[in-house]
Every structure is written in C-alpha cells, then in structure tokens.
C-alpha cells in the first residue's frame, strides 16, 4: 500500500488528510499519516470555553462567499452547528479624531452601492466624495501586471478613499502594508471587476443585481448565509470532529519532523525520538519558513524562494466586562482604525454583537487586533504591557473605565503571511521547481490564501496531487 505523510497539523493539512481519507474509504489503497509537532491539532485555529465564554485564540470565523469551509462542515456533519452573525448590529464604525464614525450603507468593502448614504455620510470630505465618483470614468488598466493594494485602491478610488478605508479594512485583513501588499493575490475580484466592468462601482451594482436575483429563488423560510460564519461552539469543532471523523487516516500529535531526505523509493523522514518514517509522498502542510528548513538539503533553490515569503507578528486580546454599567452600547460589529490615527489597535471587534451566543448573559466581549507589518514592534511586548496598552485604547477611543472580568492576550510571533507584490510569480515559480522532486507537495496559508475556505481548497488540492502521482506511479 502506497504511503502519504503530511507534515503539520493546521486546517490545510487536516483538509487535505480528510479528502485522503475520503478517498481511501472508495477503495483507493492509500495509507497516510498526519505529523503535528504541538499537543493540538487545528493550527491558529484554537477555542476556549469556560465559564460560558467562547474565545477565539485565532480565527473567530470563516467567509461563506467561499464556499470550501461549509461544504467541509456539511461534510463532517456539522450543518446545523453553523451561525450566522447577528442581524441585529450590523453597522461598522471608523476611528476618526477619537470618534466612531458609521461606515455608510451599501459600502460593499470599500465600493459604494447606495447613493444616498455615501452622499450624507461624514466618512468622507466632499472632495473625497467626488474622487471616489471619479471611479465612473476612470478607463481600466491595459495590462494585468501586478501592483499594490494601495497603488490600485489611489488609482481608482483616491487617497481619501485608501486611507480610511483600503488600509484598515483590507490591508488589516492580511496585516499588511497596503504600499507593498499585491493586489493580485489578495483581492483579485477588485482586479477582474475593473477588466470586465471597467469601474469598481459599476461592477459591485451590477453583482448587487444579480445577488438579489439569487435571493429571490431562495425558497421561504430558508435563511442564506451571512458573509461571515462561525460554529456555535467555536471552531475547533471542525477540527475536533474531522479528527474523529477521519479514521483512515493516523494522527499523530506532539511529533516533531527534524529531516526530510530523499530515499530510494520516496522519501525518508527522521522524528524527533530518532525513529524514521518512509513515505511515497509528503505534503508538507508547515509555514513556509518551516518548509524551508525541512527542504533545504533537498533543494536549496525552492528552500530560498520559499524564505522570501515574509511573515509579521501580531497579537490579539480578548477582553470581557459586566454589562451592567458598561459605558457603550456596543451598537455594532466594532470599529477599524485608520494607520494616520497613531493609536496603538488596528481593530476592535465587539465579539458579543457579532456572535451574542459567545457570551454569557449579563456580560460583554471585544476583541483587540495589534501589530502587523506596520506596528510590528507592538505585538511582540510582553503580555501586560500588550494588555495595558490595550486598555488605555479603549478608554481613550471608547471610554471604558471598568474592571474587565477577565484579559487573555494571544501572542503570533512571526506567523502571519505576507502576500507582497509579485506573490502570485513567486509561488509558480516554486511549484514549477517542486516538480523536479517527484512525491513533494507544499499547501497551507502561504500559497493562495489565508482565510479557512482558502487553505481547505489549497490542502485538499495538495491531496488530490499527491493521489494522482501515486497513481501514475503505481501505473508505471
């Protein structure tokens, strides 16, 4: 029997053991091992429950216009464990001068597709206003040569537009700097609409259209998704249940790969208790810097494109108080903060608004993002210094004097990808290399995307590679 080993334990190295084990219960005689070094399986994705709190170490949810993540919960039988964010506060706000300003109705990230709104929302200075409109007559690039999230957002939308918007809402997504972030690779529906639209506001109008024409045949009483979701007891049930699902496949935890060598037939890997595993293929499913390490004596050439993939730090907070005398309202899913207010946050979620079922009654959560490629130094403080800093954000941007409950900080040194201009070129030009090396696969959030929906696509890709070879190897 054909053998897969696949190196690292996060949500694209435990999809791409799913969809083997998948396989492997039609008959396709495939045994294969899941390498994790640390105690838990999952990667960033970790939950705490205790005393009717849920607290997201890392993601708290998934995006359902990619579709990978339900169809795997659907798959794991967890269809009616999904929710949906709650109707009942959707505004987002912008920290502009210490003040919480609406993001306007209808702003589809940062396009806007209500009139109205946009006109009377003080957002954005009237000249900020007409520049934006601008969008309608701007003509489209004549090339698809990559560029800056920043470079794409002034030549369509205007600096008004970059700084309140592109760089807290989507640059903060990646924690990135949106001068040196790719357009291409991180947002590429902003780079099609403009080639078929022509204008980024004609295109969002005419696909508001047809969502609605969508909706209209959703039978009554069917609720859709809201565009983020979640699991009612936090993610790791995904993890949870594909690890208990998933009984073809071995798993192994707190096992650490420290060489991987080409053997005569395959691949030879040596474990931390020096003992050896042989293996037909390995995926490694590790970041890229760790892949690196894993594949330098193999090939020092993909071991040095994949370093150029960079990686920042970042650190988030979780921060619950008693409701009663809590002095804001919480009227929201939270507020972004632009680079030019100087404050110390990127982001503030309101966890109790987004997901109420995460907190008990009586009580409310937010959520704190620092760091990134553009703070940086301020993610990798000690936890009470992250911790005290944090809390004199809220007090001077919100007015929260109270006595929380209780303070977690989540620190990730060095563990957020960085899609820089020229990513989409780079990771070819490892995947094209990789292909002298018959039996390796590389998947997870440094290649074609970040979010969970993305590294379930990218590892069960890898899977089906992996698959595939071995079959044409069997053939031949």
């Known amino acids: ?205 005419a696909r508001k259209r047809q969502q609605m024409i969508h909706q209209a045949k959703v039978p009554k009483g069917k609720q859709p998704f809201s565009l983020f979701m979640t699991l009612k007891n936090g993610l790791d049930e995904m993890v949870e249940t594909l690890v208990k699902k998933a009984t073809n496949i071995t798993f192994r935890a707190g096992t650490k790969v420290m060489d991987l060598s080409r053997a005569e037939e395959g691949w030879r890997l040596t474990l931390d208790d020096k003992s050896f595993i042989n293996a037909d293929a390995v995926i490694l499913a590790t970041p890229a810097k760790i892949s690196a390490y894993l594949i330098e004596k193999t090939s020092s050439k993909v071991a040095s494109l994949l370093n150029r993939i960079r990686y920042v730090s970042t650190a988030t907070v979780s921060i619950a108080y008693e409701k009663e005398g809590f002095p804001h309202s919480l009227d929201g899913f939270g507020f972004v903060v632009p680079k030019k207010e100087r404050k110390r946050i990127l982001a503030c979620t309101w966890t109790s608004s987004k997901f109420p079922e995460r907190v008990p009654e009586k009580h409310v959560m937010l959520r704190c993002f620092v760091g990134g490629a553009m703070r940086e130094e301020l993610a990798e403080l000690d936890e009470d210094a992250i911790a005290t800093m944090v809390r004199e954000e809220l007090l001077d941007i919100m007015g929260i004097d109270c006595e929380p409950v209780f303070l977690k900080v989540f620190k990730y040194k060095k563990s957020n990808v960085q899609y820089q201009v020229g990513h989409a070129s780079l990771i070819k030009s490892i995947r094209e290399e990789l292909q002298s090396f018959p039996g390796l696969f590389v998947t997870g959030s440094a290649y074609t995307g970040i979010g969970i929906p993305d590294c379930i696509r990218d590892g069960m890709n890898a899977a089906k590679e992996a698959i595939e070879f071995l079959a044409n190897k069997t053939n031949t």
């Open 1 to 205: 029997m054909k053998k897969i080993v696949i190196i690292g334990g996060g949500i694209a190295g435990l999809a791409a053991a799913y969809h083997i084990h998948e396989e492997t219960s039609k008959s396709t005689p495939v045994a294969c091992t899941l390498l994790e070094s640390s105690e838990k399986f999952g990667g960033k994705i970790s939950t705490m429950r205790f005393d009717g709190f849920i607290v997201e170490r890392g993601p708290d949810s998934f995006i359902s216009q990619k579709p990978q993540a339900i169809e795997l919960c659907k798959k794991l039988g967890l269809e009616d464990r999904l929710t949906s964010t709650s109707p009942d506060h959707p505004n987002t706000y912008v920290c502009l001068k210490n003040k919480l300003v609406t993001m306007p109705d209808g702003l589809s990230l940062m396009i806007p597709t209500k009139f109205m709104p946009f006109i009377f929302s003080p957002l954005f200075s009237w000249l900020g206003k007409i520049r934006m409109g601008m969008d309608l007559f701007i003509p489209k690039k004549k090339n698809n040569d990559d560029e800056s999230l920043a470079s794409f957002v002034r030549r369509r939308m205007g600096k008004e537009a970059l700084e309140k918007m592109a760089e807290p809402m989507l640059a903060g997504i990646y924690a990135s700097d949106p001068e040196l972030m790719s357009i291409n690779s991180t947002f590429p529906m902003f780079v099609q609409t403009e080639q078929k639209y022509r204008s980024l506001i004609l295109g969002m109008l």
